[in-house]
């Protein structure tokens, strides 16, 4: 037998015994069989494929929903359900309630947006001076749990026999401190917590708050739907708002207290934009 160059790479041939042909011939079946075949190449690809993928999901999903994504969704719910109950599900209990006229309720709802409008721009300053006094974390942290906990108060406070004039009152307060969102709340600090991903991370917790304006109705006809010939009628209309105002202050207290849990969840964003902010001013 001649052993050539091409098959074995030696730059000469001689005549093999019939022991070397069999260690050649071991050595030739050994490497084949190590050798993955094609379809167990395919599966190792696809295997690796699919690990990549996997990585790639999992650090989307790490990058853009971080744990105070979650939570800025609820809490914007909440707050939707507020700003809707306030401007759109007002003028029934209004009507059902004080009997005011339709007159007199547009009016009150034109005050509250054009107020709104203008809070939103006072409490821009004063954000910005609360950051020349207080840390970045407790300013913002102010910002956001402070108004949950009056919208709360304030539905409660709703509850109760008020005339017209009182109702119109603390209306005026929920639609103040509902300002607070556009000037030192959620959206300016998932600006300041990721400005590089911030309009993503916006688009998904605005998305889900927004689901609110199709829930405040029906969760209003939900409660306080009152069949007219239901004994003492009015009394228990009244009750039935009440629970729909308790409802509110529920979904208040809830949305704070997704911010809570978000910060012990993942304090380390929180506490490093502190640090950063802090850097910033003594640099």
Sequence with gaps: AVVSTQSTGVHSCWYMTDEEKKIILREKNLKTSQEPSAGRR?????????????????????????????????????????????????????DEITGASSLEISYINTFFVLLIAGMTMAFTLVVQLADKFMPWLQS????????????????????LHLSFTGYSVILTMLAITASTMFSGSLFMVNYELDPAHSAVRMAIFNSLGQIAGAVVPLLKALITYTDPTTPDYDTVLRQRWAYFFYTLAGLAGSGGLAIVIAYYADPEQWVNRDKKRDNEEEA
């Design 42 to 94: 395919k599966d190792n690809n696809d295997q690796a494929e699919n690990i990549t993928i996997t990585k790639k999901i999992t650090k989307a999903c790490s990058l853009y929903c971080p744990y105070y994504i979650v939570a800025f969704s609820v809490y914007l719910f909440a707050y939707n359900i507020i700003i809707y109950g306030i401007l759109s599900v007002m003028p029934f209990y209004l």
């Design 140 to 159: 913002r942290m102010l910002f956001m749990l402070l108004p949950m906990f009056c919208f709360a108060v304030f539905f409660i406070a709703l509850s």
